[in-house]
């Protein structure tokens, strides 16, 4: 009798704690989309799904894949730009993630190193396909293709054509013209200076470096305290102690500041032509070279690649070859604005009545590198965090630049070992 | 009719005794629930932070884990960087926990005044409480921003304005900064406490002292604080484990800057985590955590036993 009340007790007690655990668990579980009735459901993960102008264009963009096919359905999902990296990454590291993802080449190369993408080789023949040579090479490591250029958008300036009637040409008239601009609640210049904008800072001073004839790395050692990039980092400090810029503002504000006539230059992407315009459509603005001593920028480059943990491999890549057929390619160049896409392709007349200086930013393509350390792709995000810590102490006083970028080239040193 | 009655008892006994609710087992069935969520959610977190801890493990590959011993440990102690973390903790613990007990305590010694409008102001007093920790650390950065900051705004124009525009971006200003916010979310939910607490003194002894002649001081330090104290403790000890832990106001103000000024030992395992992504690192800034916070456990009971002990004497 007493045994039976020990096994009743221990039953219920059994099916309590299988029950709950069963709640807990299943809650633990993501769905991660798959096949659903013979159609294969993937998701696409990019920030520029949330930018203002773009992002609608995108999504629209999208439909008309999904219109196009009846096994695959494309699903977007829109990460902010800030916290892209570090969100799909975890994600990705736990064997999780969307199935599609737009990286930038920082995060990228982190992805790759870890073999967190798929290869591509097998999955999309890139030999029918015209690609840029120049941005291309970045996404082909040792021979393996782990991704295709969805995006490749090089810095140039922009400038308030009503402020400044002609661009500067030299660093010094550059300076000047910041300078005389800058009055009341007007600024001469913007630039990201604040740590909580890593990446971004990390962008802004890659053109002041390669500017000024630096580089983070000749391949095999870490150059970051160089005398070029020395001298770069100082053309970017004096311009930040000159207070020609707002400082404190980040991106999103002095972006805002520039579309509402409140900042007269900034060294900015492609990519941001149709967003400026989204803010205000009015706004009389152009875009010339970067007139620093060195005709050498930044460019964002940015690759979508499947994801090595993604169940729909063959359904990632029928998008990824749908997004490389021309009169795809050429429909995702106009919603990207001034950037370039993977392929080849010619502007329309309509685009360049638009946008004139489209070609300023396609002239830039062979002399624009992507914001990575040469040799060390994979180690980027991690020097980019100590550079631009070191950089932003400088810029805040509490250490002279030479012996910031020291102290920099000393901790990423031990950090790549 | 005693022989029935004497048999009918030992039978409804021995139903109740066979309902499973009525077995010894049921303690443990009430608290199964209970004890299963601590084991997930706690035990075994804690456990893979401590296998963690002693490991070299990567974000990006997290089922790769190397044994390194005690290397992470070594690492962080010896790092210039960390060192500062420890200290910006304390300051930010000692003050989080100084400035929301005391400005607590004033708040609650006025509105225990009888005043017009009291209702309101009590009401009124709760709301950066209720607001949530976004929101208020929004609403900071923005009354803090460098251009349109109405903070910034009025520095500027009494003079006193931060050199560089931005306080938050500031060295000097930005850990003050989130401390004055910290303790603005803070100090509603101490004095709604300590006013519940002070409206518990009876007035019986209060007039007692006062009618002794004890002044307005002396019957607040022999008669209020004997009384509250207990709750200035709890509330003390709450204070410290929160400001141990508090993330994401510090996170969306200053992410730890400028040049680490507002990291604090959360902040620095989240930069490692998911960051740096070096999970061996932060696993062993958190075991420094857990240890923080096992001390101030201990301590505060400590304290609360020598203080107990004391009064009975």
Request: aromatic share 10%; with cysteine; glycine share 8%.
């Amino acid at each position: 009798m007493k045994k039976r009340r020990v096994r009743r007790s221990m039953m219920a007690a059994t099916t309590t704690i299988i029950g709950v655990a069963s709640i807990l668990l299943a809650g633990c579980t993501a769905d991660s989309g798959g096949d659903d009735g013979g159609v294969a459901k993937i998701s696409f993960a990019a920030s520029t799904f949330g930018d203002p102008g773009r992002g609608p264009l995108l999504n629209q963009w999208l439909e008309e894949f999904n219109k196009s096919q009846s096994k695959v359905q494309v699903s977007a999902a829109a990460v902010p730009y800030p916290t892209f990296g570090q969100t799909v990454l975890t994600q990705m590291g736990s064997g999780q993630g969307p199935d599609l993802i737009r990286f930038d080449m920082p995060e990228f190369e982190a992805a790759s190193d870890a073999g967190l993408i798929a290869p591509l080789d097998d999955l999309v023949d890139v030999s029918k396909y015209t690609l840029l040579k120049q941005p291309d090479q970045f996404v082909v490591h040792d021979g393996v293709r782990h991704g295709v250029i969805f995006e490749a958008s090089n810095y140039a300036m922009f400038y308030n054509a009503d402020l400044i009637p002609k661009p500067p040409t030299t660093y010094e008239q550059f300076v000047e013209t910041a300078k005389s601009l800058t009055k009341g609640d007007v600024f001469g210049l913007a630039f990201r200076q604040t740590e909580a904008e890593e990446a971004g800072v990390w962008q802004d001073i890659f053109n002041y470096v390669y500017g000024f004839g630096g580089k983070w790395s000749d391949g095999k050692t870490l150059t970051i305290n160089s005398p070029d990039n020395l001298k770069g980092l100082q053309a970017y400090k004096d311009l930040y102690d000159a207070k020609v810029i707002p400082k404190g503002a980040d991106a999103a504000t002095f972006r805002r500041m520039f579309a509402e006539g409140k900042v007269g230059m900034e060294l900015n992407n492609g990519g941001y032509v149709t967003a400026t315009r989204g803010q205000n459509a009015k706004l009389n603005f152009n875009v010339a070279p970067i007139p620093f001593p060195v005709r050498t920028q930044g460019a964002i480059l940015a690759p979508v690649v499947i994801n090595e943990a993604s169940e729909e491999k063959e359904a990632a890549a029928t998008f990824i070859r749908w997004t490389l057929e021309p009169a795809n390619q050429v429909k995702l160049q106009e919603i990207l604005g001034a950037s370039s896409v993977a392929t080849v392709t010619q502007r329309s007349a309509e685009s360049l009545k638009k946008t004139p200086f489209l070609p300023v930013f396609d002239g830039l393509t062979e002399s624009s590198l992507p914001q990575i350390v040469l040799g060390f792709e994979a180690k980027t995000p991690d020097i980019r965090k100590v550079v631009v810590q070191n950089v932003v102490a400088a810029l805040q006083g509490q250490v002279d630049l030479k012996t910031a970028l020291d102290r920099a080239q000393q901790q990423a040193t031990e950090l790549v070992g | 009719m005693t022989v029935l009655e004497q048999t009918k008892v030992p039978r409804s006994a021995g139903r109740r005794r066979r309902s499973p609710l009525g077995s010894r087992w049921t303690p443990y069935l009430f608290l199964a629930p209970a004890a299963l969520f601590i084991v997930v959610f706690q035990a075994i977190p804690l456990a893979q932070e401590i296998f963690l801890s002693f490991t070299r493990t990567t974000l990006l590959n997290p089922t790769r884990s190397r044994w390194v011993g005690l290397d992470n440990f070594v690492r962080i102690f010896g790092d210039e960087d960390f060192h500062r973390t420890l200290v910006t903790t304390i300051v930010y613990v000692v003050v989080c926990v100084v400035g929301a007990v005391g400005s607590g305590l004033v708040v609650a010694l006025l509105l225990n005044k009888g005043f017009r409008g009291r209702g309101v102001a009590r009401a009124l007093i709760t709301v950066p409480w209720a607001a949530p920790g976004i929101a208020v650390a929004l609403i900071a950065t923005w009354m803090l921003n460098a251009q349109y900051g109405i903070v910034n705004r009025f520095l500027n124009a009494v003079g006193l304005g931060v050199p560089g525009g931005s306080i938050l971006d500031s060295p000097k200003y930005a850990l003050p900064a989130v401390l004055a916010t910290t303790i603005w979310q803070l100090f509603p939910f101490t004095s709604v406490v300590l006013l519940s607490a002070l409206q518990s003194v009876p007035h019986d002894l209060t007039e007692a002292a006062t009618m002794d002649g004890a002044g307005r001081w002396a019957t607040f330090r022999v008669v209020t604080w004997q009384v509250i104290k207990p709750v200035v403790g709890l509330l003390a000890l709450l204070m410290t484990i929160w400001s141990l832990r508090r993330f994401e106001l510090i996170w969306l103000m200053t992410k730890g800057g400028p040049v680490g000024r507002t990291e604090t030992l959360v902040i620095d395992l989240y930069s490692n985590a998911f960051e740096s992504k070096e999970l061996g690192s932060a696993a062993a800034i958190g075991m420094v955590g857990v240890v923080i916070s096992l001390i101030v456990i201990m301590g505060s009971r400590f304290v609360a036993r020598a203080v107990t002990k004391e009064n009975l004497r």
